[in-house]
């Protein structure tokens, strides 16, 4: 266990630059004294977002954890700032999405607009009837703040700060990692390792691997600005083509907490980092932006390019990569921290089974097609997005501002516009998880999505679908299901009606489901077979399938209280 320098958990509420000032001590761990290296099941390498993620996930899951980090300090800036709904609901199942709610800044509607005027407004989440908003705006140390909190609550997480790795041996059953410290180096062996050390990452290089696709010419730049009153900027998303207080290029404005105001100007990419870097040549952008009254601080500054990226494969023997080592993409659409945090996500519960002896390897090994494919998908969005944004030709901005312009007045011309297809969870329509539908339904919860949430009372009080899933696998049945179903192993049964009420009748609804509908979903909550009628050997062989080929046994008690 690890503590900070400063008083952590109340400074994490405080002032940005109060939370970005926390440092964490180094401590020297029994394991630089040992005879031989001391061997851990999982060391993440990493306390990003993603890492955070993934360690405290496989922790709650009973699995003892080390997370190395070759810094001391919260990330600088406010970074990644759009946490998607489905990150948040993952974060709730960590016990954390509450405290990213309260902190952020909730947002549901984007707004367009060409030269100076607006085209059309969106709305990521036009129904009711759901727990979390869209999007929530929050600087990215705030929510590394509340990961580390939660993960000092966890006596199964060692976090290890000013742990640099700086060698790495892998093996059939594992790693040998060779790690740097203020005190000198020593050698851990992990049975598996989880490569969550960012867009850079050492661990890749080490390895000899790399990531292959695009990148792109053109430099932006993110200015976080804090405000001092009120402005007339709504707490919604505004994209800006062409607008005259920035001409030829695009804007985006983004509220955050504690009054920062988020801009991204394009500049080209001829533009000269350092110089745009300077706040004598940042301020008169801002201002022309806000208006020449308008008081405010400049917080943070960076110039950025960014590239469309990924490894050709997520898993190598006992190293599994994860978040921007694994993929990268550019910021439009908010697919980067969010997509991370869906790879821990799908990592950590398949390792879990692994190491509990309740799968064999091949079912980790179904981590990289499913996130392969999922990293592809934001790639092709970002990759879309960014020529849209930044046309390269003459004849690409003729296309281009001739979609705005019909986009003013003609709803079909508005699906042409991409001021950056903002993230949403990917569908694994062809996993091999996934038990094809043997039956008709209506609606988007195919086998491969992400169980929609929903209203519901339990035990009489009001809750939401998502908090009433089992760890491991739920089987969601819309009658009284017959009594082999309570039975299965590491099933949770919920039967709609009795221990579930859809007082509502939107769980009914978005599921498509009439008296016998049954659905069963995996730990990651993604829907994995569903039928009209309950069947034990059906059932089973789903549950086979969803676990890649082993039929669950049942834990022994030593597992099941790890």
Known sequence: MTTATTTAPPAFDGTGAQVQAIEFAYQRSPDQDAAHPVQHPVVVVGAGPVGLSLAIDLAQRGQRVVVLDNDCKLSTGSRAICFAKRTLE?????GVGQRMVDKGVSWNV???????APLYEFNLLPEEGHERPAFINLQQYYAEAYL??????????????RNKVAGI??????ALLTIETPEGEYRIDAQWVAACDGSRSPLRQMMGLESKGRI???????ADVKMAGSTDFPTERWFWFDPPFHPNQSVLLHRQPDNVWRIDFQLGWNADPEEEKKPENILPRVRALLGPDAQFELEWASVYTFACLRMDRFVHGRVVFAGDSAHGVSPFGARGANSGVQDAENLAWKLDWVLRGRAGQELLATYGPEREYAADENIANSTRATDFITPKSEISRLFRDAALQ???????ARRIVNSGRLAVPATRHGSALNTPDADAFAGTQVPGAVLLDAPVLQGGQGTWLLRTLGPDFTLL???PAPAWAAALPQVKLLQVGSDLVDAQGLLTQRLDARPGTAYLVRPDQHVCARWRSLDETAVRAALA????????????????TA
């Open 216 to 222: 792109f010419q053109d430099r932006f730049l993110i």
């Open 477 to 479: 049945v819309f009658r």
């Open 545 to 560: 399938k969803a676990t890649a080929g082993r039929q669950p046994v049942v834990a022994t008690a030593n597992l099941a």
């Open 148 to 161: 580390v909190e939660r993960a000092l609550q966890l006596p199964n997480i060692e976090l290890r700060w």
């Open 90 to 94: 993952i974060w709730d199942r960590l």
């Open 110 to 116: 984007g707004k367009v607009f060409f030269h100076d």
């Open 169 to 174: 041996a892998p093996r059939d059953d594992g």
């Open 406 to 412: 019909l986009a003013r007045e003609h709803p079909f």
